[in-house]
């Protein structure tokens, strides 16, 4: 039991390390902090307020909309106050016979404050009403009925704003829990599956991705987080993809590719963060949005393929089997890409595939045949 408890608190522990030194969060959030900003760049932020309001918290948004209203109700009710005071309209001050208010039944505080309520809200219950006597009065409800427009329009605006961010549409997006890498069509390639949730399509998709890693480079200098470029295409191409059906991303290992020094028992020995990225036009809302994923080493299986998800009814439609999205079966593959380009005849099979750490491959042979086109 002590045994186990210990297994389990490596694993904990292991897992939050790796969470802990991603750039890029599986869900998309970016891992990364400013120290050292000047006060001036602070300021900037409060000069662009709009995208500073629109990209805050939800718990913020709320309480600036309960700030806002009752802070200017308040505000002009002081004002109010204010006005009937001068007036003489209080209730312990002596009014003379002929008294003429400038607000009827605005006797303290609090009826001040009621009355600026129903003023900015345009409420109106008819009990307190501004009357001809006082010009400046006449002034201010004209200054509140303004400002409280002002007031209305932006918080509306910033609601809804937040409401139709692009990144909620991003939410619909989901890329496999790991990647593969497998022989297809006469080459090595590194394949994720992404899928879109939601029937209207991404119009002009676009797919990239960066392999971020620490280099060291000829002259000594360090680079932290050296972004490589990796390129991905599908079977229809690299950009403007019709996506309506979940899209296998191949990364084809050549030369050119940060991973094909890399081979099936070093893999998991390196260092680097694997970030694809996901770009397109929501078709509903004509909004450009970006949905990106990040892969560590420990998330790539070697010499394992995914399983077939597409297949068709009887009725003539096709059918998305998204219990098989993230299962991969295991496939012969080369030892490493070396092998697979240059020694041909010499590969080292691996029958059973190289399975990571953490993830469990199930292996569903009626499901794979019954998912086949």
């Known amino acids: 039991m002590f045994q186990f408890c210990q297994k389990r608190l490596r694993e904990h522990l292991a897992a939050r390390r790796i969470r802990r030194t991603r750039l890029v969060t599986k869900d998309g959030r970016c891992n990364i902090e400013f ?72 006797n303290g505080l609090t009826t001040a404050f009621l009355y600026s309520l129903e003023t900015q809200t345009t409420i109106g219950y008819g009990g307190r009403a501004l009357t001809e006597h006082c010009g400046g009065a006449v002034t201010l409800l004209i200054v509140q009925s303004i400002l409280g427009a002002i007031i209305n329009c932006f918080m509306c605006g910033v609601i809804l704003a937040k409401i139709s961010l692009p990144k909620k549409r991003a939410k619909t997006i989901t890329f496999s829990e790991t990647a593969v890498i497998c022989p297809k069509r006469d080459s090595l390639c590194l394949l994720i599956r992404v899928a879109n949730l939601r029937k209207t399509l991404l119009i002009g998709s676009q797919i990239y991705g960066k392999l971020l890693r620490t280099t060291i480079t000829a002259d000594g200098e360090t680079i932290i987080l050296d972004q490589i470029n990796i390129d991905f295409v599908v079977d229809a191409g690299k950009d403007n993809l019709f996506f309506v059906c979940p899209l296998t991303l191949t990364h084809i290992i050549n030369k050119t590719s940060p991973f094909f020094e890399m081979a099936v028992d070093t893999l998991h020995q390196q260092e680097f963060e694997l970030v694809v990225f996901l770009e397109g036009t929501a078709e509903s809302t004509s909004s450009t ?34 219990s098989n999205f993230s299962r991969a079966v295991p496939v012969a593959t080369a030892h490493c890409a070396y092998c697979f380009h240059n020694e041909k005849g010499h590969h080292h099979h691996h029958p059973v595939g190289m399975d990571n750490q953490g993830f469990e491959v199930i292996d569903i042979h009626d499901q794979a045949d019954g998912t086949k086109m």
């Open 289 to 322: 949005c970006q949905v990106r994923t990040s892969f560590i080493p420990q998330e790539i299986q070697w010499g394992y393929s995914f399983l077939p998800i597409i297949s068709r009814t009887k009725e003539g439609k096709y059918r998305v089997d998204f």
């Open 35 to 106: 120290g050292s900003v000047r006060y001036s760049n602070h300021f900037a932020l409060l000069v662009d307020f709009w995208t500073t309001f629109v990209e805050i918290r939800w718990r913020f948004v709320l309480l600036i909309f309960i700030a806002s209203f009752t802070g200017s109700w308040f505000l002009f009710g002081l004002l109010w106050f204010w006005i009937a005071k001068n007036n003489g309209d209080l209730r312990w001050q002596v009014q003379p016979v002929n008294h003429t208010r400038c607000v009827d039944n605005v």
